[in-house]
């Protein structure tokens, strides 16, 4: 049975890269190189792996099901991130906020008669 698993986590995983090489043949908005399609199936099978060791060493089931969860998130966060960039464009947000709250300190300061 342990066996089983493994064989379908592998083969899942090259099953769902199919996907965007099918629709790469019908399409020229995707465009996946060889390296995002090793990446893709190192996030997809390494997820399946720890996954697989989660199911065999943790004894409660309640425990097995939120590392699975949180390994599923955590991934889909890292592949959101490689496709999308959203936490470099949060971390653009976040520093154009900070530097606009630097600014006006400064323009703040400059208006109450201090001189830089």
């Known amino acids: ?22 629709a ?4 020229d908005e995707i465009t996946w190189t060889l390296l995002d399609f090793v990446i ?17 060493k943790i004894k409660k089931r309640r425990y097995r099901i939120a590392v699975c969860v949180a390994l599923i998130v955590v991934i889909l966060l890292i592949w959101a991130e490689l496709a999308f960039g959203i936490l470099e464009l949060t971390f653009r947000i976040l520093n154009q906020i900070n530097y606009d709250k630097t ?7 400059n208006h109450n008669g201090f001189e830089s």
């Open 1 to 22: 049975m342990k066996n089983k698993r493994l064989i379908i986590i592998v083969f899942t995983s090259l099953i769902i890269l199919l996907l965007p090489l099918i």
């Open 24 to 27: 790469m043949q019908f399409t």
């Open 40 to 56: 893709a199936e190192i996030l997809l099978l390494g997820t399946g792996l720890i996954c697989e060791i989660a199911i065999r």
């Open 103 to 109: 600014e006006n300190i400064l323009d703040f300061s």
